[in-house]
């Protein structure tokens, strides 16, 4: 949005000390506010690709700094884009759900409040006062909307030249960094991390700094249409210059985003990401015609020059095709055409569309406001129609994402306006000098839109933290003008009120689960101490189940497990429970079987001999086991295998059922 300072100050030549003394701090005052921009922007990237809540508090820190900066560098007022509108609204509807209100969840979201009531019946817990039935990652999120939005303002105070490099940078840094860990046959990134639920061996996509590559595509996709962008903005510099001297300055930049760009489409087509491929696909074309086309001047020179250009040009567009073509033959071309295999059930666009279907439900559990951003964990395994051992983590459709996490009015609002504000910028770009570079880089927002329609990358930094940068930068002209003291205290208060809120939030996160359920098996932690925070997490009723039945506490491992059962399906310790409570509370013998069964139906991995014993113990004739045989080869598969080292005869009895 700001105006670039970069041309003016290569056409005016200082004549006094006094001038160039001033032309030096000025340079130095923005060199500092476009380091904290680049860090602020790529740290997320580097750092696990924003996923842990430490990088919240790590990218909050640095944009307070660079907040600090661009408040105390000059006097003048900081130039407020109307985008920043979308970001003040998103983070007091995500505060709403959040702030800790008795009553509020009851009045605008009472189905999700008798769901809540129903899964904490009978248990003395109480959920903790809130819309949100996942207070830890609304908190979490309604931090990092607050970093996001100042981000927005600060970008919009620099060039778009300075944000569309930093851009490019983290995308050629995390595509390099990617090359090493393949050149290295590194198998976890930066040589220590690995994932939990992620096995890179098995990955065919390049690993880089991301744990998720469809996320690392979506970073690659924007410092590719930046890069882009650069490469064409300093093509027509140089061509526009009467300085001879400025020629190869010129050119010395453009052959540096030639560079970026090389670097990052091998790695983007080795991510494998099929909606990045098909997004670079779709709108590649029309970035390269902007980019490429002769730019209308009325300098005779420039057309004559521009002329002489056309042969490099052709041979810049068919290099990159070319590129694109030959990395594409290690897996990419394959990955698209699962796109065309609707037919089968269990494919993985199958799927992402039934989610994506079935997920449109939950607007009915909170109408008004959503259920809360980060709750859908938590919320959809109740409605899931096709229930697994799979965790559905993230509704993969950012603009469905918005509806649901933030209700139709204010999510719809969101999906709308950024469409708005997209469109505007592109037509409000096309009579600049450098309008054709500017959508270029505005192209990139679009496919990183495109690939976002069925991915959620933008929940994460990594992936959020250069688009809204980017949006800041390219905003077309500022609505308000900001009193530099006073959005230096706003905003610094702001920050720092998201920074404690980030801190208390973290140890409530999703990403904190899996170490908190590990230490509630260990019997370390209460369960019930922790379903106040995330009172329908299925995983936990489950666990609560067990250390119950490990207690012969049957009556309440029998109800921890049916809570389980509904809020996710797809829980095997859940059913298994479930029936040896029922076994023990003398239910009826059938309702057991039918309990066992269906947990030895979703087996996804080899049964321990805990379980192996149990089942021999509860079925000691071969024909019993036989009637538990699940219908799925691969569980059944996994239970014969289980049984024939210690009863031959039950494995004989079960292949024979089959």
Same mark, same amino acid.
């Given at each position: /949005?700001? =105006?670039?300072?970069? =041309? =003016?100050?290569?056409?005016?030549?200082?004549?006094?000390?006094?001038?160039?003394?001033?032309?030096?701090?000025?340079?130095?005052?923005?060199?500092?506010?476009?380091?904290?921009?680049?860090?602020?922007?790529?740290?997320?990237?580097?750092?696990?690709?924003?996923?842990?809540?430490?990088?919240?508090?790590?990218?909050?820190?640095?944009?307070?700094?660079?907040?600090?900066?661009?408040?105390?560098?000059?006097?003048?007022?900081?130039?407020?884009?109307?985008?920043?509108?979308?970001?003040?609204?998103?983070?007091?509807?995500?505060?709403?759900?959040?702030?800790? /209100?008795?009553?509020?969840?009851?009045?605008?979201?009472?189905?999700?409040?008798?769901?809540?009531?129903?899964?904490?019946?009978?248990?003395?817990?109480?959920?903790?006062?809130?819309?949100?039935?996942?207070?830890?990652?609304?908190?979490?999120?309604?931090?990092?909307?607050?970093?996001?939005?100042?981000?927005?303002?600060?970008?919009?105070?620099?060039?778009?030249?300075?944000?569309?490099?930093?851009?490019?940078?983290?995308?050629?840094?995390?595509?390099?960094?990617?090359?090493?860990?393949?050149?290295?046959?590194?198998?976890?990134?930066?040589?220590?991390?690995?994932?939990?639920?992620?096995?890179?061996?098995?990955?065919?996509? /390049?690993?880089?700094?991301?744990?998720?590559?469809?996320?690392?595509?979506?970073?690659?996709?924007?410092?590719?249409?930046?890069?882009?962008?650069?490469?064409?903005?300093?093509?027509?510099?140089?061509?526009?210059?009467?300085?001879?001297?400025?020629?190869?300055?010129?050119?010395?930049?453009?052959?540096?985003? /030639?560079?970026?760009?090389?670097?990052?489409?091998?790695?983007?087509?080795?991510?494998?990401?099929?909606?990045?491929?098909?997004?670079?696909?779709?709108?590649?074309?029309?970035?390269?015609?902007?980019?490429?086309?002769?730019?209308?001047?009325?300098?005779?020179?420039?057309?004559?020059? &521009?002329?002489?250009?056309?042969?490099?040009?052709?041979?810049?567009?068919?290099?990159?095709?070319?590129?694109?073509?030959?990395?594409?033959?290690?897996?990419?071309?394959?990955?698209?055409?699962?796109?065309?295999?609707?037919?089968?059930?269990?494919?993985?666009?199958?799927?992402?569309?039934?989610?994506?279907?079935?997920?449109?439900?939950?607007?009915?559990? &909170?109408?008004?406001?959503?259920?809360?951003?980060?709750?859908?964990?938590?919320?959809?395994?109740?409605?899931?129609?096709?229930?697994?051992?799979?965790?559905?983590?993230?509704?993969?459709?950012?603009?469905?994402?918005?509806?649901?996490?933030?209700?139709?009015?204010?999510?719809?609002?969101?999906?709308?306006?950024?469409?708005?504000?997209?469109?505007?910028?592109?037509?409000?770009?096309?009579?600049?000098?450098?309008?054709?570079?500017?959508?270029?880089?505005?192209?990139?927002?679009?496919?990183?839109?495109?690939?976002?329609?069925?991915?959620?990358?933008?929940?994460?930094?990594?992936?959020?933290?250069?688009?809204?940068?980017?949006?800041?930068?390219?905003?077309?002209?500022?609505?308000?003008?900001?009193?530099?003291?006073?959005?230096?205290?706003?905003?610094?208060?702001?920050?720092?009120?998201?920074?404690?809120?980030?801190?208390?939030?973290?140890?409530?996160?999703?990403?904190?689960?899996?170490?908190?359920?590990?230490?509630?098996?260990?019997?370390?932690?209460?369960?019930?101490?922790?379903?106040?925070?995330?009172?329908?997490?299925?995983?936990?009723?489950?666990?609560?189940?067990?250390?119950?039945?490990?207690?012969?506490?049957?009556?309440?491992?029998?109800?921890?497990?049916?809570?389980?059962?509904?809020?996710?399906?797809?829980?095997?310790?859940?059913?298994?429970?479930?029936?040896?409570?029922?076994?023990?509370?003398?239910?009826?013998?059938?309702?057991?079987?039918?309990?066992?069964?269906?947990?030895?139906?979703?087996?996804?991995?080899?049964? =321990?001999?805990?379980?192996?014993?149990?089942?021999?113990?509860?079925?000691?004739?071969?024909?019993?086991?036989?009637?538990?045989?699940?219908?799925?080869?691969?569980?059944?598969?996994?239970?014969?295998?289980?049984?024939?080292?210690?009863?031959?005869?039950?494995?004989?009895?079960?292949?024979?059922?089959?």
């Amino acid at each position: /949005m700001s =105006d670039d300072l970069d =041309d =003016d100050l290569d056409e005016v030549e200082p004549i006094e000390p006094r001038r160039r003394s001033a032309r030096r701090q000025e340079r130095s005052r923005r060199s500092w506010s476009q380091l904290l921009l680049t860090a602020a922007v790529a740290s997320p990237a580097l750092m696990l690709g924003g996923v842990p809540p430490l990088v919240v508090l790590a990218f909050l820190g640095l944009v307070l700094a660079l907040w600090q900066r661009l408040c105390t560098r000059t006097q003048s007022p900081l130039l407020v884009p109307p985008a920043a509108l979308l970001g003040v609204g998103a983070t007091l509807l995500t505060f709403a759900q959040w702030v800790p /209100m008795p009553g509020v969840q009851a009045l605008l979201a009472p189905e999700l409040h008798a769901a809540v009531q129903d899964a904490l019946a009978g248990t003395g817990v109480e959920a903790r006062a809130g819309l949100s039935p996942c207070p830890g990652d609304t908190g979490l999120e309604c931090a990092r909307l607050v970093g996001l939005t100042l981000l927005l303002v600060a970008a919009a105070q620099l060039s778009w030249r300075a944000t569309a490099t930093a851009v490019a940078l983290a995308g050629s840094a995390v595509a390099l960094l990617g090359f090493a860990h393949e050149a290295l046959g590194l198998q976890a990134i930066y040589g220590f991390y690995a994932a939990r639920d992620v096995d890179f061996v098995a990955l065919p996509s /390049m690993l880089s700094t991301f744990v998720n590559p469809n996320h690392q595509s979506g970073l690659l996709l924007l410092g590719i249409f930046c890069a882009g962008g650069l490469a064409a903005d300093q093509h027509r510099l140089g061509l526009d210059t009467t300085d001879p001297s400025k020629v190869d300055r010129y050119g010395d930049r453009f052959l540096a985003a /030639m560079a970026a760009l090389t670097v990052q489409i091998p790695a983007l087509v080795l991510s494998l990401s099929r909606g990045a491929i098909v997004a670079l696909l779709l709108v590649g074309p029309v970035a390269a015609w902007l980019g490429l086309r002769r730019q209308r001047s009325e300098r005779q020179s420039q057309r004559r020059r &521009s002329r002489h250009m056309s042969p490099l040009r052709a041979v810049v567009a068919v290099g990159l095709l070319g590129l694109l073509l030959l990395v594409a033959q290690h897996g990419a071309w394959r990955e698209l055409a699962t796109l065309l295999d609707l037919a089968d059930p269990d494919a993985d666009l199958d799927t992402k569309l039934r989610v994506a279907r079935e997920s449109a439900a939950l607007v009915e559990l &909170s109408p008004w406001v959503g259920i809360g951003r980060g709750a859908f964990i938590d919320v959809f395994g109740a409605i899931d129609s096709r229930p697994s051992h799979v965790l559905h983590t993230h509704l993969e459709s950012a603009p469905l994402a918005m509806v649901v996490e933030w209700g139709p009015w204010l999510g719809g609002a969101m999906v709308l306006g950024m469409t708005a504000w997209w469109g505007h910028a592109m037509l409000a770009h096309r009579r600049r000098r450098d309008g054709a570079a500017r959508q270029v880089v505005l192209l990139g927002l679009l496919a990183l839109a495109v690939q976002n329609a069925a991915d959620f990358a933008l929940e994460f930094l990594g992936v959020a933290a250069p688009a809204v940068a980017l949006a800041g930068a390219l905003s077309p002209k500022p609505a308000w003008r900001w009193s530099a003291k006073r959005a230096r205290w706003s905003g610094t208060l702001a920050l720092v009120a998201a920074l404690g809120l980030a801190a208390w939030s973290r140890p409530h996160a999703f990403t904190q689960r899996v170490a908190i359920d590990a230490a509630i098996h260990a019997g370390e932690v209460d369960p019930a101490q922790e379903a106040r925070w995330r009172p329908l997490d299925g995983r936990l009723h489950g666990l609560w189940a067990r250390r119950a039945a490990e207690r012969g506490d049957w009556p309440t491992a029998l109800a921890r497990a049916e809570v389980a059962i509904a809020r996710r399906p797809g829980n095997v310790d859940a059913w298994l429970i479930r029936a040896a409570a029922l076994h023990e509370t003398g239910a009826d013998p059938q309702d057991v079987d039918r309990s066992m069964a269906r947990g030895l139906a979703l087996l996804h991995a080899p049964p =321990d001999e805990a379980l192996v014993e149990y089942l021999l113990e509860r079925y000691p004739e071969p024909e019993a086991m036989a009637s538990l045989c699940p219908p799925e080869p691969e569980p059944w598969r996994l239970l014969v295998e289980a049984l024939r080292p210690v009863a031959p005869r039950h494995a004989d009895a079960l292949a024979a059922a089959r």
